[in-house]
């Protein structure tokens, strides 16, 4: 009795483990979230590369949570090709608060961080965004296609 008993914990720890180490188990309650992905800010037929343009083209990642705070310090948003990286500074999201990172440039406040790309990150015709925490562990993704409204909620 006592080695059913022990092969049951055993195989219950199995199970545990590999439903813990599975993505989407972390993903599902893991509180930081893409929300808003703005993708379709260029004028049909042309990519204008000003400032202003550039800074249109962003990704929204909000603090789900109600009580905990986040210090974003290490982790990086990259892109599918994992061709283009930022990395956070420190900074702390707050429960319920959102940061938008912008592919151009600009001065970094709590609410908004900027990439100081002088091209467009984010491909026309679909991309994935990724997010890793500072240990390098992938936390969450938001995958595009060419959408119309020109912006994909996560």
């Not at 004028?43 to 705070?69: C, F, H, Q, V």
């Not at 930022?86 to 990439?115: D, E, Q």
Request: some cysteine; charged content about 15%; hydrophobic content about 35%.
């Amino acid at each position: 009795m006592r080695r059913s008993t022990v092969l049951i914990a055993a195989a219950s720890l199995a199970t545990a483990t590999v439903v813990a180490s599975h993505p989407h188990a972390d993903a599902a309650t893991q509180p930081l979230q893409f929300r808003r992905f703005v993708v379709e800010t260029k004028i049909p037929g042309t990519d204008p590369t000003t400032n202003t343009y550039l800074n249109r083209e962003t990704i929204a990642l909000t603090n789900t949570s109600t009580t905990k705070a986040y210090n974003l310090k290490g982790y990086v948003i990259y892109d599918r090709g994992n061709h283009f990286r930022y990395t956070f500074p420190s900074l702390t999201l707050r429960p319920r608060a959102t940061v938008t990172l912008h592919t151009g440039k600009g001065s970094i406040s709590i609410t908004n961080v900027y990439w100081n790309k002088t091209g467009y990150v984010w491909n026309n015709d679909g991309d994935t965004a990724t997010l890793n925490n500072a240990a390098g562990h992938a936390i969450e993704s938001c995958v595009y296609y060419k959408v119309k409204a020109g912006y994909k909620t996560c």
